[in-house]
């Protein structure tokens, strides 16, 4: 199946490295923003155990103050992700990183306090 900005969706078996691979996404993202970050989540069917998922690792960050987020395009391309500001959501930055033409992370950030984010964790 084909979805546009995702190329060809798989879903596949859970794998156990899932879970090291956003940990370590994680860590060089809050190296990147600093002390704007206040949480960062895995989320998303790759953060649940046992079930088939797409191969995409679902970020979602809480930061103190959106609009300074947008000061972190250049190093957040610096990581490899491409920024595509709200994309559709209020309030939210969105950035995606592709591995070729496959989509390997998908990184949500929020103001903390948005209530887009127990949307997105509770989903």
């Known amino acids: 199946m084909r979805h ?3 190329g060809e969706i798989r879903v596949v078996p859970q794998d156990p490295a899932w879970t090291g691979m956003f940990e ?3 860590a060089a ?3 990147v923003l600093g002390e704007e970050v206040l949480a960062i989540h895995h989320m998303g069917s790759t953060a649940i155990p046992g079930i ?3 191969p995409i ?3 979602l960050i809480e930061v103190r103050e959106i609009e300074k987020i947008d000061g972190f395009n250049l190093e957040m391309g610096g990581l490899g992700y491409e920024a595509r500001g709200e994309s559709g959501l209020s309030g939210r930055r969105y950035f995606t990183k592709n ?3 496959t ?4 990184v949500h950030i929020y103001q903390k306090d948005n209530p887009e984010v127990e949307r997105h964790l509770a989903f």
Do not use: V
Request: hydrophobic fraction near 30%; glycine fraction near 10%; charged fraction near 25%.
């Open 29 to 31: 993202l809050s190296s």
């Open 103 to 106: 989509r390997t992370h998908n």
């Open 99 to 101: 591995r070729g033409p």
């Open 24 to 26: 370590a996404e994680a």
């Open 4 to 6: 546009a900005g995702y």
């Open 52 to 54: 088939k998922a797409k």
């Open 57 to 59: 690792i679902d970020i």
